[in-house]
């Protein structure tokens, strides 16, 4: 059983940046590709980054891209999420995600079999 804890979320006004965490526990993180979804409400949950179990992959959405940076600690069982330029459009709730059961990344929230219990991002105008 892995266990993924956030944190690293908050309040920010548009155009700051915020970095968020991911520890990992339980598993054998090294092997997993990891991923980050936000889901705002009354809306689904969506993809914003994933990465490699090596950190030599990577992946965003348009709506992220260059602005959003996703990274991995294997030493530390962590994956983050740097995020700059934020706009009022990114406030969510922030989930990271590993993948278990396959070896490729993935943008899909049904390929991922863990999940964090979530950090909320405000970014305000």
């Known amino acids: 059983q892995v266990q993924l804890v956030e944190s690293g979320g908050g309040l920010v006004q548009a155009g700051g940046s915020l970095r968020l965490s991911c520890a990992a526990s339980?598993?054998?993180?090294?092997?997993?590709?990891m991923g980050w979804f936000r889901q705002a409400p009354g809306k689904d949950r969506e993809f914003v980054a994933a990465?490699?179990?090596?950190?030599?992959?990577?992946s965003y959405p348009d709506s992220v891209k260059g602005r959003f940076t996703i990274s991995r600690d294997n030493a530390k069982n962590t994956v983050y999420l740097q995020m700059n330029s934020l706009k009022p459009e990114d406030t969510a709730v922030y989930y990271c995600?590993?993948?278990?059961?396959?070896?490729?990344?993935?943008?899909?929230?049904?390929?991922?079999?863990?999940w964090g219990q979530g950090t909320q991002v405000t970014v305000s105008s």
């Open positions: 995600a590993a993948r278990s059961t396959g070896r490729l990344i993935g943008t899909r929230v049904t390929q991922y079999d863990y």
């Open positions: 339980g598993g054998i993180f090294s092997r997993y590709p």
């Open positions: 990465i490699g179990w090596t950190g030599g992959t990577t």
